[in-house]
T-cell receptor, first 110, second 113 residues
Framework: GESVGLHLPTLSVQEGDNSIINCAYS??????FIWYKQESGKGPQFIID?????DKRQGQRVTVLLNKTVKHLSLQIAATQPGDSAVYFC?????????FGTGTRLTIIP | NAGVMQNPRHLVRRRGQEARLRCSPM?????VYWYRQLPEEGLKFMVY????????ESGMPKERFSAEFPKEGPSILRIQQVVRGDSAAYFC???????????FGEGSWLTVV
């Protein structure tokens, strides 16, 4: 069936560097994508979203890039901070249902 | 996501007992969703409800699980005759309308012993 998946399960980044988290999706009909951040013992926190008619969207310290040709999504975090340590999920939405990937654990090295 | 309130946060049940998880959506939100998360996995959709209506329950197990969102009061996810495999984090989410941003609560962690 259709799925959303991530290239890497873990990512370690030096504090202050930029982080890039990648996600591949397989449902070419998906038209809306979201990135969530989940800290241990907490619920997913909305970070940023993007619709399929866009290829880039920027927020505060975060940028999402969408490449529909290769069905790839990425989340860029600028100047990574210790508070960015978490598991990051991409999700696609269809008919009010979110399909999540398995997540990437981002660890910040002091 | 602090606006979506879930309780209890942690629940321990013996096999065969019932578990009831409650969710109050954010103020002004009439769309409620339930998701389940197993350790080290992503969230899996269970059910989507609006007030007094189940819109999509395609992710709900056929037996023992039920959900409701009454006209008054919180949404309830009910698991009857729990088994160890039901141990998971159950997240509720809400949105004001269809197609809008979906915000999650902090989850209810169910442990079946």
């Amino acid at each position: 069936g259709e799925s959303v998946g991530l290239h890497l399960p873990t990512l370690s980044v030096q504090e202050g560097d930029n982080s890039i988290i990648n996600c591949a999706y397989s449902n070419s009909a998906s038209d809306y994508f979201i990135w969530y951040k989940q800290e241990s013992g907490k619920g997913p926190q909305f970070i940023i979203d993007i619709r399929s008619n866009m290829d880039k969207r920027q927020g505060q310290r975060v940028t999402v890039l969408l490449n529909k040709t290769v069905k790839h999504l990425s989340l860029q975090i600028a100047a990574t901070q210790p508070g960015d340590s978490a598991v990051y999920f991409c999700a696609e939405r269809q008919d009010e249902k979110l399909t999540f990937g398995t997540g990437t654990r981002l660890t910040i090295i002091p | 996501n602090a606006g979506v309130m879930q309780n209890p946060r942690h629940l321990v049940r013996r096999r065969g007992q019932e578990a009831r998880l409650r969710c109050s959506p954010m103020k002004g939100h009439s769309h409620v969703y339930w998701y389940r998360q197993l350790p080290e996995e992503g969230l899996k959709f269970m059910v989507y409800l609006q007030k007094e209506n189940i819109i999509d329950e395609s992710g709900m197990p056929k037996e023992r699980f039920s959900a409701e969102f009454p006209k008054e009061g919180p949404s309830i996810l009910r698991i009857q005759q729990v088994v160890r495999g039901d141990s998971a984090a159950y997240f509720c989410a809400s949105s004001p309308t269809a197609g809008n941003t979906i915000y999650f609560g902090e989850g209810s962690w169910l442990t079946v012993v």
